[in-house]
């Protein structure tokens, strides 16, 4: 009996069909692993790209994939995936033994707290010159405040007495080569607490070393307010006081 032709041509195309290879894990089902990693400081989108910049994701959604790049580093090696679990700052990740515990000993090292902000203590010295048409009159120490802050965050202080007061807005940093950037303004109030004048400073200084920063006189003249908001005396003579603050920056506190 002859077989129907529409058979012989079935069975003949499907002859010259040759399989597609399964997809190949880079770890074996069978040694394969899951283990969620929960980071405490880290954040895990960010932790993610630093592992593996090269990765690829797959899935779509909340939680999605993340395949390890031919190019992983060694931290990575016998993980087959990561799963990004957003809400829960954590990483699902899936591999052999071995490839989970130096993944773990990895995060360990990336999952630490940001360092504490360095403690700044300034010390300031307020000092009032009073000028008269023939020259300096008298010189005083008005106040020696301390402000104790942290690098990159402001500190205040402001005092009312007598027929001027004043208040100091400033915000150290410390940089990477030990010296302090300073930035802030010496307001002078009269008894009624309204501005009378303003000197404003953006000053550069090495530990334990005190510096003039700033000036603010209750001069109307607009030269004799440029010279003293920058710290300096005055040399056009006139009848007027001026607030000088001096500042010396300790580190550590």
Do not use: W
Not at 35 to 55: E, I, M, R
């Amino acid at each position: 009996m002859r077989a129907p032709l529409s058979l012989l041509l079935a069975l003949a195309f499907c002859g010259s069909l040759q399989a597609a290879p399964a997809p190949q894990s880079p770890v074996p089902a069978a040694a394969r692993s899951a283990q969620v990693f929960k980071l405490k400081h880290a954040t895990a989108s960010n932790v993610l790209l630093k592992l593996d910049p090269q990765h690829t994701i797959s899935g779509k959604g909340v939680e999605p994939t993340f395949q390890p790049s031919s190019t992983a580093p060694t931290s990575l090696k016998g993980v087959s995936s990561l799963i990004l679990m957003d809400m829960d700052n954590a990483i699902a990740a899936t591999g052999t033994p071995e490839g989970l515990k130096s993944l773990s000993k990895t995060l360990e090292k990336m999952d630490v707290a940001p360092p504490s902000p360095r403690q700044v203590l300034i010390r300031a010295r307020i000092l009032r010159f009073t000028f008269t048409p023939e020259g300096l009159e008298d010189v005083s120490v008005v106040s020696s405040p301390r402000l104790l802050t942290a690098s990159g965050q402001s500190a205040s202080i402001e005092i009312a007495g007598g027929d001027l007061g004043f208040a100091v807005d400033i915000t150290p940093t410390v940089n990477a080569d030990s010296t302090f950037s300073l930035e802030g303004q010496l307001r002078l109030k009269d008894p009624g607490g309204k501005a009378t004048g303003l000197g404003a400073f953006s000053r550069r200084l090495t530990a334990n070393r005190s510096l003039v920063v700033a000036g603010a006189t209750t001069s109307k003249d607009p030269e004799i307010a440029a010279v003293v908001a920058k710290g300096l005396i005055p040399e056009k003579l006139a009848q007027h006081s001026a607030l000088y603050l001096q500042v010396t920056a300790v580190p550590g506190g």
